[in-house]
């Protein structure tokens, strides 16, 4: 007999799976950071291919999130989450035995459309399985494992990485692939949307164009020239034949494609036609604004995970473990979050939850860039880091919740693809952005202080780039020689300065963030828009 008290225990249970499920793709987002420098020394792979390592996952995340939150509410929530899992895990395999980088790569833009079914399904059913109080404490479960797993995922990396082989950090997702699975086929019961609609295909292209375009300029930009060619690229294995370089044709495609997408989505709302992004939601003020403060916040909050690492291995010495252990100090953190955000619920109204992890997170990053430098020591890192986990942790959840507030349920797979979007598009560019920080400011310190040295402009390119193009993974090589001891110390302190850049425009990021909060008042308006109403059929959704 199904009583209610099973029922709860059921939903519950569901909800344990749903949270390791999202372990399952924040784990892997950031276990690579950790491993990185071993995948350079094994692959050896350069600085450019170190970013997209970590873009080609995101930059298809962030591409399809939109289009499998709407084919989650048409054909199944569960049924796509499941495939998402298989298709992450099957893409694992291919990372763990890749024997190049380019087919690093090529595995981690298919883990990238695994991931893309997975997140927006876990918020979805959550939306659509929890009211009241229960979806605030779910959902402060939801976010503090994002943040949690995003800290212990480096400890997971470091450990596989030093005790076996990075190629373990990729297949450690299969048994948790397998659990996943059967959990949720026992626990969590299937939902839809009860008008489904057709998939707005043009939207779906024109989201991708303007996403992927975006991203590669960003990345490439340093290497390629911001606005003339400095290093000539191959398409297709022709030469660029053009002194403009592609990176100011891709940021105009990917604006162009944003006002095509724009025009296309209301043009179809217009006619009464479905949309890929819900655009009558943004007419409902917590959803619009937390949108824009997600995206803000997220180009501070997941881009500094890409530096940190390789700055404590490369310029301080740690090892993969090391630097993982230290690193434990934000899951703590965000842990502690957890019960501090479940505690609050329902007491405290979420957007000052958010301000006050946001500003949390503004002290830890700010205080860690301070801290940053050739001779620093990790005691002052642990306390620092701790609090931005704090911070992590207490936005992350919160900030989510005031999004989805006042979401129809019927409608809840579109607005947690355009929730999950906005957060993927905002982590897409920090990693991009931030990476370019680091490294560019790392060149252009080293190459400013081998200048003082009176080093020739041929060996101090050829210095500069070795350290630029390696991620840092030559400084220790430079430091073997005699000859080259000075600008092993030149390039640990340029790559501590780009390190400190970095650290600083995180900050500076999440100070935006922390801005933009405001526009959230107390918590969003109560009204919904008319055209995003459903009547209380609507609740068969939860079933």
């Not at 694992?92 to 695994?114: C, D, H, K, N």
């Not at 003339?228 to 297709?236: C, I, K, Y």
């Not at 000052?352 to 430098?373: C, P």
């Not at 922390?514 to 995003?532: E, F, M, V």
Request: hydrophobic fraction near 55%; avoid cysteine.
């Amino acid at each position: 007999m199904d009583t209610a008290g099973n029922r709860t225990g059921r939903r519950w249970a569901g909800l344990v799976f749903i949270s390791i499920a999202v372990s399952l793709i924040i784990v892997d987002s950031t276990i690579v950071n950790v491993a990185v420098p071993s995948i350079v020394e094994d692959l050896g792979i350069s600085s450019t291919e170190v970013q997209w390592v970590q873009e080609a996952y995101t930059l298809v995340f962030a591409s399809l999130l939109l289009v499998f939150g709407s084919l989650a509410d048409r054909f199944g929530r569960r049924r796509l989450m499941l495939v998402g899992v298989v298709v992450f895990a099957a893409a694992s395999i291919a990372a763990s035995f890749a024997p190049t980088g380019e087919l690093l790569i090529a595995a981690r833009l298919v883990q990238g459309i695994g991931g893309a079914m997975i997140l927006p399904t876990t918020l979805s059913l959550i939306n659509a399985t929890f009211r009241g109080r229960e979806r605030g404490i779910a959902f402060a479960v939801w976010g503090s494992t994002i943040g949690g797993m995003a800290a212990v995922g480096p400890l997971l990396g470091g450990w596989l990485t030093t005790a076996f082989s990075w190629r373990w950090a990729f297949g450690i997702n299969i048994p948790l692939g397998v659990i996943i699975v059967i959990g949720v086929l026992l626990t969590v019961a299937e939902s839809r949307s009860d008008r489904p609609e057709r998939i707005d295909g043009v939207g779906a292209l024109l989201s991708v164009l303007t996403m992927a375009p975006l991203v590669f300029g960003l990345i490439e930009g340093r290497t390629y020239g911001w606005w003339t060619v400095d290093a000539v690229p191959q398409v297709g294995g022709w030469p660029w034949p053009f002194a403009l370089s592609p990176v100011p044709l891709a940021f105009a495609l990917a604006l162009v494609a944003l006002a095509a997408f724009i025009a296309w989505g209301l043009h179809r709302q217009r006619q009464g036609r479905s949309t890929l992004l819900a655009f009558a939601l943004f007419r409902i003020s917590s959803f619009r604004n937390g949108n824009i403060a997600a995206a803000v916040v997220s180009l501070g909050e997941f881009g500094i995970i890409l530096a940190l690492p390789l700055w404590l291995q490369f310029v301080v010495g740690f090892d993969a473990l090391q630097t993982g252990l230290l690193l434990l100090s934000l899951a703590v953190g965000s842990f502690v979050a957890s019960g501090v955000a479940g505690a609050l619920s329902g007491r405290v109204a979420p957007v000052w939850v958010v301000r006050a992890g946001l500003l949390a997170e503004i002290v830890g990053v700010a205080g860690v860039a301070l801290t940053i430098g050739p001779d620093a020591t990790w005691g002052p890192l642990i306390p620092l880091l701790f609090v931005y986990g704090l911070g992590v942790g207490l936005a992350t959840a919160q900030l989510t919740g005031v999004v989805l507030a006042e979401v129809p349920p019927a409608a809840s797979g579109q607005a947690s693809g355009t929730q999950s979007t906005s957060r993927q598009l905002g982590a897409a560019l920090g990693v991009a952005i931030l990476g370019t920080v680091l490294f560019s400011t790392t060149a252009g310190v080293l190459a400013s202080s081998l200048d003082q040295r009176g080093v020739p402009a041929d060996q101090r390119d050829q210095v500069v780039s070795q350290v630029v193009d390696s991620a840092g993974a030559a400084i220790a090589g430079l430091a073997q020689s005699p000859q080259t001891q000075g600008a092993a110390a030149d390039a640990r302190a340029a790559f501590s300065d780009g390190t400190r850049a970095a650290a600083f425009t995180a900050a500076g990021f999440l100070t935006l963030g922390l801005a933009s909060t405001l526009a959230l008042g107390a918590g969003g308006s109560r009204r919904r828009p008319k055209d995003a109403r459903v009547h209380e059929a609507g609740k068969t959704d939860a079933a």
